[in-house]
């Protein structure tokens, strides 16, 4: 089967010709009139126009035996113009010298062209292991979803007939490239590519590291508003957060800069330790001592989209109220009669425990703080110039959170 190219010529260039040195017989003309005609032939044809050797790659001689050509033009044009329009009707890379017409194919030409080139693939944000940071806090559980972003999708186009999308290519060596390589060679990429090819890569890299490197800013704010002012809850302009911002008090402050897709948290409380239960340990009382944790806690994470910011929010906030206690905890023990220590058979040391040891009834009265919980959750398309306003009821009044993306 032949392959066929066609190019109907009337006045416009579909192609370039790279020319080495000064080549005098280009500017010889030529009225091209091939229809079906062998390109073996029409390569022929154009070098005994000009009256130079024609010098063809295995890969060009093979071509030149199956495609047939179809190329017309409506009047003589210079050989220089003739082959531009036959290197883009043919799929063949031409060089022009002055002694000679070499012929090749694209991939050959491309293949000539390729030099040794590394990158670290770090530099740009490929390969890192980008860690959540995470604080617990009483009401906040972790969430081990996610991480740090992924691997990216290059954009480049075809600059010319022959070299293959940078794109698919860039795609498919990144694909290729698993972790267990990256680690083995550092992180390093080596590659032959052609001058064409490391410019497109570089620029593909380097917009990727402008998404990945980049960092985003969140300030949240939290405090109490006196009952009966005036509040807008939602999503409202940055003029209606300041405004309301400057009414809140005590005011609570925490500012966090995150990663693309990255989890971070800060927190603005206290920790302290309390005894929350109680084990009966050989008939006697061991109590149980957990950590108490208040104050706020906001945990989120920024995902960038094509449009918007994706906001992955969590917060907690707990306040233990003033002068007050919750029921005393007694712990669910069962009393004398109904739990019997037995010494075991030939056992010395069990020999004073008998049955009805365990002292009946005792109890053990804890108290803990009452405390005030909001916990809230929410995701959303982040706009530029917006805030968020949550809201809930509060002892002392209506508690506020702000959210505001900083500059």
């Not at 044809?45 to 024609?54: C, F, I, N, S, T």
């Not at 593909?204 to 508003?225: C, D, F, N, P, Q």
């Not at 966090?256 to 409380?269: I, M, R, S, Y």
């Amino acid at each position: 089967m032949h392959r066929t190219c066609l190019c109907i010529v009337l006045t416009v260039s579909l192609g370039a010709l790279e020319v080495v040195g000064e080549c005098p017989w280009l500017e010889r003309t030529l009225r091209a009139e091939w229809r079906l005609a062998p390109l073996g032939a029409v390569l022929d044809e154009v070098a005994g126009r000009g009256e130079v050797m024609q010098e063809r790659s295995p890969g060009a001689i093979q071509l030149a035996a199956q495609a047939k050509v179809a190329l017309v033009a409506t009047s003589r044009q210079p050989l220089r113009q003739v082959l531009a329009d036959l290197e883009a009707a043919a799929y063949v890379h031409l060089t022009a010298t002055p002694q000679r017409l070499e012929v090749r194919t694209w991939r050959e030409w491309r293949d000539a062209r390729r030099r040794p080139v590394s990158y670290d693939l770090r530099q740009y944000g490929i390969g890192l292991d980008v860690e959540d940071r995470s604080a617990p806090l009483q009401g906040l559980g972790r969430d081990d979803s996610g991480g740090g972003g992924s691997l990216f999708s290059a954009t480049a186009d075809r600059a010319q007939a022959g070299p293959e999308p940078m794109s698919h290519w860039l795609t498919q060596t990144i694909r290729n490239l698993d972790q267990a390589q990256r680690e083995e060679v550092g992180a390093v990429l080596r590659l032959l590519l052609t001058p064409e090819e490391e410019a497109a890569l570089t620029t593909a890299l380097e917009e990727h590291a402008r998404g990945a490197l980049a960092t985003t800013r969140w300030v949240v704010t939290s405090g109490i508003l006196d009952p009966g002012q005036a509040l807008t809850a939602g999503v409202v302009s940055a003029t209606v957060a300041r405004d309301l911002a400057s009414r809140l008090h005590p005011v609570r402050r925490l500012v966090l800069t995150a990663l693309d897709g990255q989890k971070v948290t800060a927190t603005d409380g206290q920790e302290r330790t309390m005894g929350w239960d109680v084990d009966i340990v050989s008939a006697g009382m061991d109590p149980g001592v957990s950590p108490y944790r208040s104050g706020l806690t906001v945990e989120l994470r920024p995902t960038r989209g094509n449009a918007a910011i994706e906001l992955s929010l969590k917060l907690s906030w707990i306040e233990p109220l003033a002068s007050a206690t919750t029921a005393l905890i007694a712990p669910s023990r069962r009393s004398a009669g109904e739990v019997a220590l037995t010494a075991k058979p030939g056992d010395a040391a069990n020999a004073s425990v008998t049955e009805g040891y365990v002292d009946p009834g005792n109890r053990l009265v804890v108290d803990l703080p009452a405390e005030w919980a909001w916990t809230p959750t929410c995701h959303l398309a982040w706009a530029d110039g917006r805030a968020l306003i949550l809201t809930a009821p509060h002892p002392s009044g209506q508690a506020v959170i702000l959210v505001e993306a900083l500059p």
